[in-house]
């Protein structure tokens, strides 16, 4: 799932008042939108300043594209300002020793700490708890280029996401005479 980190000047009640004309549902914590399987959440940060810029945290799973529209959709409009993406990879036959031995084998990941902090092309990967964690976040006083960023981690999540083949789904090739 992707996380996004942002703050606007919208404080969370009008948010919530904006939100309804997309058809996302007010929860205890949050506003969310569902459609098969995919979910798109907005999640107010707990302590807010009353008079800056106020934090929320998105998160969606799914395509980089869909999040894309449905983020400029819900706040686009209030040009929001990003801070950090994160994404968590998790898969189920790969443990902590099975991903730091896969990261090590690869020259082009730098190893900043051996216990597992690697880092490429800007982009820190954190692996904890048997997950691969992509965080990129932006320097003090700058913000982030959310496209951009998505797209880097989705191409380095490609890299790692171990590919399973079935060899049962290929089917026979015929030549036309």
Same mark, same amino acid.
């Given at each position: 799932m992707y996380k996004i980190t942002c703050f606007a000047t919208i404080s969370p009640e009008n948010l919530g008042d904006a939100l309804k004309g997309l058809r996302f549902t007010s929860k &205890?914590?949050? $506003?969310?939108?569902?459609? @098969? %399987?995919? #979910?798109?959440?907005?999640?107010?940060?707990?302590?807010?300043?009353?008079?800056?810029?106020?934090?929320? &945290?998105?998160? $969606?799973?799914?395509?980089? @594209? %869909?999040? #894309?529209y449905l983020f400029d959709s819900a706040l686009g409009w209030l040009t929001p300002t990003i801070s950090g993406i994160e994404y968590e990879l998790y898969h189920y036959s790969k443990t902590t020793n099975d991903w730091l031995k896969d990261l090590n084998k690869r020259p082009s990941f730098k190893c900043l700490d051996p216990r597992g902090i690697f880092i490429k092309s800007e982009t820190t990967l954190v692996i904890v708890n048997d997950k691969v964690n992509f965080q990129i976040r932006s320097p003090k006083g700058k913000h982030l280029k959310m496209i951009e960023c998505l797209k880097r981690i989705d191409c380095l999540r490609e890299e790692l996401q171990p590919v399973e083949i079935d060899i049962f789904s290929f089917q026979k090739e015929e030549v036309a005479i």
């Amino acid at each position: 799932m992707y996380k996004i980190t942002c703050f606007a000047t919208i404080s969370p009640e009008n948010l919530g008042d904006a939100l309804k004309g997309l058809r996302f549902t007010s929860k &205890r914590d949050c $506003f969310e939108w569902q459609l @098969d %399987g995919h #979910i798109f959440r907005i999640e107010p940060f707990k302590n807010q300043p009353r008079d800056s810029l106020k934090g929320y &945290r998105v998160y $969606f799973n799914g395509s980089i @594209d %869909g999040g #894309i529209y449905l983020f400029d959709s819900a706040l686009g409009w209030l040009t929001p300002t990003i801070s950090g993406i994160e994404y968590e990879l998790y898969h189920y036959s790969k443990t902590t020793n099975d991903w730091l031995k896969d990261l090590n084998k690869r020259p082009s990941f730098k190893c900043l700490d051996p216990r597992g902090i690697f880092i490429k092309s800007e982009t820190t990967l954190v692996i904890v708890n048997d997950k691969v964690n992509f965080q990129i976040r932006s320097p003090k006083g700058k913000h982030l280029k959310m496209i951009e960023c998505l797209k880097r981690i989705d191409c380095l999540r490609e890299e790692l996401q171990p590919v399973e083949i079935d060899i049962f789904s290929f089917q026979k090739e015929e030549v036309a005479i």
